[in-house]
């Protein structure tokens, strides 16, 4: 981590400190230390709950996190104090993993909007993997070059440049494995993974 990111984290947690402190003290004023009744509410949130270490899925920092879930229903997810790379803290996106679970806006189908069409299309996952799977060979196939005239003669090249391929932080080691062997073996070159769309 740099040295800007580490001060503006210190910053930020200064800052986020002096503003609880702030409102805190203001309620302390008048008598009301709302401490107690916060540190209550949280252990209540996850009194019956099941604990799960975890990963975060977003990125390759790779911060480890604990799931309560109650009744198979996640009620809180939280960073890990134990883990060495994030001591329990989590980034706001890390942080807002909750909402994957539970938010109402997640598209949980396939939708797929056909050239020129104004509407989505809801395609089954067998409908979509097939697609990708047709188009993916069609283009490899249009696209692959056995070989390159050079000076020297003929050379072998035994590749395709009309896809390229992106993994995302997301997929583990194995997965990326899988997949490099997958891609390699049509003949790509164009093969890259990223942390942190
Ligand atoms: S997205 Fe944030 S919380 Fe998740 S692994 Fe990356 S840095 Fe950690």
């Known amino acids: 981590m740099s040295d800007v990111a580490l001060s503006r984290r210190a910053l930020l947690k200064r800052s986020a400190g002096a503003a609880a402190g702030t409102a805190l003290g203001g309620l302390m004023a008048f008598g009301a230390d709302l401490r107690p ?31 309560h879930a109650i009744d198979g229903q996640i009620v809180n997810v939280e960073g890990d104090p134990r883990s060495p790379i994030n001591q329990g803290t989590l980034c ?74 992106l993994g995302g932080a997301t997929m583990d080691n194995e997965w990326n494995h899988i997949h490099q062997k997958l891609m390699r073996g049509l003949g790509l070159v164009a093969i890259e993974n990223q942390a942190r769309i």
């Not at 916060?38 to 480890?64: H, M, N, T, W």
């Not at 993993?97 to 395609?123: D, Y």
């Not at 979509?128 to 283009?139: G, H, S």
């Not at 056995?146 to 072998?156: C, I, L, M, V």
Request: hydrophobic share 40%.
């Open 37 to 67: 009744a916060q540190a209550r509410a949280q252990e209540l949130r996850i009194k019956e709950a099941r604990a799960f270490p975890s990963v975060c899925p977003y990125c390759a920092v790779g911060c480890d996190t604990i799931v």
């Open 92 to 165: 706001p996106k890390g942080a807002a993993i909750f909402q994957l679970h539970v938010n109402p806006n997640r598209v949980q189908e396939v939708l797929h909007r056909g050239p020129g069409a104004t509407e989505w299309e809801v395609w089954s996952l067998d409908q979509a993997m097939d697609r990708v799977a047709e188009l993916t060979k069609k283009t490899r196939d249009e696209t692959f070059v056995e070989t390159f005239e050079s000076a020297d003669g003929p050379k072998t090249l035994n590749h395709s440049l009309g896809i390229f391929s």
